[in-house]
Nanobody
Framework: QVQLVESGGGLVQAGGSLRLSCAASGSVVTISTMGWYRQGPEKQRELVATISRGGTLTYADSVKGRFTISRDNAKTTVYLQMNSLKPEDTAVYYC?????????WGQGTQVTVSP
C-alpha cells in the first residue's frame, strides 16, 4: 500500500506561480513512476507531468516550458512547480504513484487561476 498526501494548491492570479508537493509513504520501494494529473470543471482527468524512478520526465504539451516536475533524493516526494499560470490551468490536481500492481491517487488539491 502507498499513501499520498498533497499540498500547495490555492488561488493565484494569471501569470503567477504555485508549487505543489506530494509525499509518499508506505511501500514506496514499489513505486516506478510518480506524477501529477488534473481534472478541470466538466473535463476528464488528464496527465500533467510524470517522473520515473530512472528520472525520465514526461509533460503534457499544454504545460511544457511552464511547469517543472522534480523530486527529492529519497524519491518519496515529488514537486510540481507551476509558473506563468493561466485560467485554463484551473483544476483539481491529483498526485499519482504507479506500481507494478496498481495506481495510487492522492486526495487532490484545488488550483484556481483567476484572470
Amino acid at each position: 500500500q502507498v499513501q499520498l498526501v498533497e499540498s500547495g494548491g490555492g488561488l493565484v492570479q494569471a501569470g503567477g506561480s504555485l508549487r505543489l508537493s506530494c509525499a509518499a509513504s508506505g511501500s514506496v520501494v514499489t513505486i516506478s513512476t510518480m506524477g501529477w494529473y488534473r481534472q478541470g470543471p466538466e473535463k476528464q482527468r488528464e496527465l500533467v507531468a510524470t517522473i520515473s524512478r530512472g528520472g525520465t520526465l514526461t509533460y503534457a504539451d499544454s504545460v511544457k516550458g511552464r511547469f517543472t516536475i522534480s523530486r527529492d533524493n529519497a524519491k518519496t516526494t515529488v514537486y510540481l512547480q507551476m509558473n506563468s499560470l493561466k485560467p485554463e490551468d484551473t483544476a483539481v490536481y491529483y498526485c499519482n504513484a504507479e506500481t507494478w500492481r496498481t495506481n495510487y491517487w492522492g486526495q487532490g488539491t484545488q488550483v484556481t487561476v483567476s484572470p
